[in-house]
C-alpha cells in the first residue's frame, strides 16, 4: 500500500513538473520573442508567425496539460483541506501523537506547495501573454528601429497584438495574477472572520 501511494504521488510530480516545464518554456519564448522585435533582429511578419506558432503551443497546454494538471489540482486541494480539518477538529486530533502531529503538518505544506506552483506558472504565462498585447505599442512609440518601416504596417501590428486574447487557464478558466490575488486575500479574510466568530477553533 505504501509502495502504491508512493508511486501515486511521483505521477502527482511528474504530471506538475511537466506542466511547470512547459510554461517556463512558453515564457521564455515570448520574452525572447519580445526582444528580438525591439532590437529589430526579427520582421514584423515573422513576429507575427511567431507569435500564431506560440497561440498553437499555448492551445496545448490549455487542452492537454491543463486537463491533467487540473484534476492533480484538485486532488490536492481536497488532501490540503482534509490534513486541516484533521489539525483543527479537538476530537479527530486528541489522540494523535506527535510524530503523526508534524507528518500531517509537513504533508499539508507539501500539498499546498504543490498547489501553489502550478498556478504561479499559469499567472507567469498570462503575464507573458499580456506583455506580448503591449508589444504593439511599444514598438509604435519608439523613436528609433522602425523609422522605415511604413506606418500602415506599424498599425496593423498594434491591432493584431491588441486583439490578441491569450490566457493559461487551469480548470478551463483563464488565470491571472490580479485573480489570484483577489481570491486569496478573500479566503484570508473569510478564514480571520470565521476565527473571530468562533466558527473555526484552533486546536492547540
Known amino acids: 500500500m505504501l509502495v502504491g501511494f508512493v508511486a501515486l504521488d511521483m505521477v502527482y510530480l511528474c504530471v506538475v513538473i511537466s506542466y511547470c516545464v512547459q510554461c517556463s518554456l512558453l515564457v521564455y519564448y515570448m520574452r525572447g520573442l519580445k526582444e528580438r522585435v525591439l532590437e529589430r533582429t526579427l520582421s514584423l511578419e515573422e513576429t507575427i508567425k511567431k507569435i500564431g506558432q ?53 504533508a499539508l505544506i507539501l500539498w499546498m506547495t504543490m498547489w501553489m506552483v502550478p498556478i504561479i506558472q499559469a499567472c507567469m504565462v498570462s503575464g507573458a501573454c499580456n506583455t506580448i498585447r503591449k508589444l504593439g505599442h511599444d514598438v509604435r512609440v519608439r523613436p528609433f528601429g522602425f523609422t522605415d518601416t511604413a506606418a500602415n504596417n506599424l498599425d496593423s501590428f498594434i491591432m493584431f497584438t491588441a486583439t490578441l486574447n491569450m490566457r493559461a487557464k487551469l480548470f478551463r478558466i483563464p488565470i491571472r495574477a490580479s485573480y489570484v490575488m483577489f481570491l486569496v486575500i478573500t479566503v484570508c479574510l473569510l478564514l480571520l472572520l470565521a476565527f473571530q466568530l468562533g466558527t473555526i477553533e484552533v486546536w492547540l
Not at 89 to 104: G, H, I, M, Q
Open 54 to 106: 506560440f497561440e498553437t503551443y499555448l492551445q496545448e497546454l490549455n487542452n492537454k496539460m491543463s486537463n491533467a494538471v487540473s484534476l492533480v489540482l484538485f486532488n490536492f486541494i481536497t488532501m490540503a483541506v482534509l490534513g486541516l480539518v484533521s489539525l483543527m477538529d479537538r476530537k479527530e486530533n486528541e489522540y494523535f501523537s506527535a510524530l503523526t502531529f508534524v507528518s500531517v503538518s509537513f
